[in-house]
Structures are given as structure tokens and as C-alpha cells.
């Protein structure tokens, strides 16, 4: 028998990060090359030894094994010092490709997890990039059989014997969307998607099995972490401005996104669209504007509407 007070304990140790992972969990950061999906790793790795929030989440402290088939060990020192994360001894751990550009996890990378599980107590994994690991076949990503047999129950195999969870790096295809076969968004707990968005500001829009949707947004300071945007000193998106004057000229609209983008002739595209206004809704309700979504089995469909915040207040 157990106290409510002790179950919320137990699901908060439960946690890495409150609101976005759970323990034992399998997670994915995908985003286009060159937009700073290695460096959010590195912070969160930075937030999670040295137990602070990432992104105004707590974190459950832990060390952190960081496996990279792209960076070296003189560009993570590179970073650290732009960054100017400092670890604690026996906290942080760094494993790259051999001579040979080999990293195989039934091979050293097997002992190196085996290590830092057992001695050093380690419970999170970050492997930057996915498809950089040999998994000791000839996987096709693209190939939903194997991604399932060769990777990911290997990644669930890993994860219950050695208490870990891991976020795996990847990258997204040209329509916006996990690149590969449709087995990787299918066996993960959540998937975290970075954008660049016009402004040279940045969405992470979170999808998560055991927490509620989320849109983060984020700008780079000038030691390229990335922050919470203050909403209230920085200037909406080109694209939801045009919408803006939009709906206020309507004064009530029902669309979906595709139908907004092409209405407007708006630079983006209509999944982005729909994301955008999404992590957009609390600002556009302090502008008077409402926006409602209807989900149907094929669509999602929009109703907004303006009501003048100055009439409002009379």
C-alpha cells in the first residue's frame, strides 16, 4: 500500500525531464542539417548533469554518455568552450568513431554502455546521428522490417537491461517529415522537432506518448543555447502577420492550412503552417484573435475569429 504522496514521488523519479521524457524511454530530435539539433543536445546533456531546467522544465539529474558518428573530440571541446558548459568529474562521457569510421553497438559500444550503466550509474544516452551507428547488419532505414528488427529492438533491448534511455539524433526529409521508413516515428515514446523559422527564430514542437503536445519557442543567445523567446519583445512571423490581418479584415474564418497557405500566397509550408499557428495561439488571443481546431479522421479544420481587445475592455 503507498501514500499518494508516494506515488507522485515515484513518477517523479520516473522522469528525465518533467513534461517531455520518461525513463527507459526512446526518443527522437530530428531537424534539417545545420540547424543546432547537436547543440540542444549538448545543453540538455549540460541541464541534466548539472541539474538545472532545460527550456523551463526540471530534470532528474543524471550522467549523460554522448555518442557521436560526426563530431570529434577536438569539435566537442570547440563547443564546450563557446558554450561554456562545465561537467563534473565521472559525469559526462564521450564515445566517437574508431580509425576505421566503425562504432558498432554489439561491439566496444556494447561494453562502453555495459560501463556506464553499471559503474557509473548512468541513466541517459545521446547518439548524434542515428544512422551513423553500425547495427551489424545492412539495415535499410527506408525499410520498415528493419528498422524494427535491426534497430529499434536493439535500442529497447539496451534501454531494460540497462536502465537507459536514449535520444537518438536523425534527420528530416524534404517534405518536413522523419526521414526513413514510418517504423521510426512509430517505435519512439516522443519525437522532438526542431525548425528554423524565418525570423531566425526556432520551433521545437514535441509529440510525446505519456505527456500532452507541445510548441516550444526558441531563440539562440551568443553562446548558442537556446531559450524560451520573451513573447512580449519579439515580433510575430511574417506569416502569421499576414494571417492576422487577415481574419481581422474577415472577422471570422474557417480553414484548414493548405487553404490559408494557398489564400495568402504565404512562404511556408501548410504541415508548418498549422505547427506555427499553433505555437502561436497565446499571443494572437492577447490580439483578439481566437482560434478553435476540429479534428476530423482526414483533416484538421480551423475557425478563427476577431474580437476588437479594445471593445472588450469598455
Avoid: W
Amino acid at each position: 500500500m503507498k501514500s499518494i504522496e508516494q506515488l507522485n514521488e515515484v513518477i517523479k523519479k520516473d522522469n528525465i525531464i518533467d513534461g517531455i521524457m520518461k525513463s527507459n524511454g526512446l526518443y527522437c530530435l530530428v531537424a534539417e542539417p545545420k540547424v543546432g539539433k547537436s547543440f540542444l543536445a549538448l545543453q540538455l546533456a549540460n541541464c541534466l548533469v548539472n541539474n538545472k531546467q532545460f527550456l523551463g522544465f526540471n530534470t532528474n539529474p543524471t550522467s549523460v554518455l554522448y555518442v557521436s558518428t560526426e563530431i570529434a573530440e577536438y569539435q566537442l571541446k570547440e563547443r564546450l568552450e563557446i558554450t561554456g558548459y562545465e561537467f563534473k568529474p565521472n559525469s559526462f562521457f564521450f564515445v566517437q568513431k574508431d580509425e576505421q569510421h566503425h562504432l558498432c553497438i554489439r561491439d566496444d559500444l556494447l561494453l562502453d554502455l555495459k560501463e556506464f550503466s553499471e559503474k557509473y550509474h548512468g541513466r541517459f544516452v545521446i547518439v548524434d546521428i542515428m544512422c551513423g551507428i553500425d547495427y551489424g547488419y545492412n539495415t535499410d532505414i527506408n525499410n520498415y522490417s528493419d528498422v524494427m528488427k535491426y534497430m529499434f529492438d536493439k535500442y529497447r533491448e539496451l534501454s531494460k537491461k540497462y536502465n537507459l534511455t536514449f535520444l537518438l539524433i536523425h534527420h528530416l526529409n524534404k517534405e518536413g517529415k522523419t526521414l526513413g521508413s514510418t517504423g521510426i516515428d512509430g517505435n519512439m515514446n516522443g519525437i522532438l522537432t526542431l525548425t528554423s523559422n524565418k525570423d531566425n527564430t526556432y520551433t521545437l514542437r514535441i509529440i510525446n506518448r505519456d505527456f500532452e503536445e507541445q510548441n516550444l519557442n526558441l531563440i539562440r543567445n551568443e553562446k548558442l543555447e537556446f531559450e524560451i523567446i520573451n513573447e512580449d519583445n519579439t515580433e510575430f512571423d511574417f506569416n502569421i502577420s499576414t494571417f492576422m490581418r487577415h481574419v481581422i479584415k474577415k472577422k471570422e474564418v474557417v480553414f484548414t492550412p493548405a487553404e490559408m497557405v494557398a489564400e495568402l500566397n504565404l512562404l511556408i509550408t501548410p504541415t508548418r503552417f498549422g505547427r506555427l499557428l499553433n505555437s502561436y495561439l497565446p499571443r494572437l488571443e492577447k490580439e483578439g484573435i481566437y482560434v478553435e481546431l476540429n479534428r476530423t479522421s482526414t483533416s484538421r479544420i480551423y475557425k478563427a475569429k476577431f474580437i476588437d481587445p479594445l471593445r472588450s475592455e469598455e
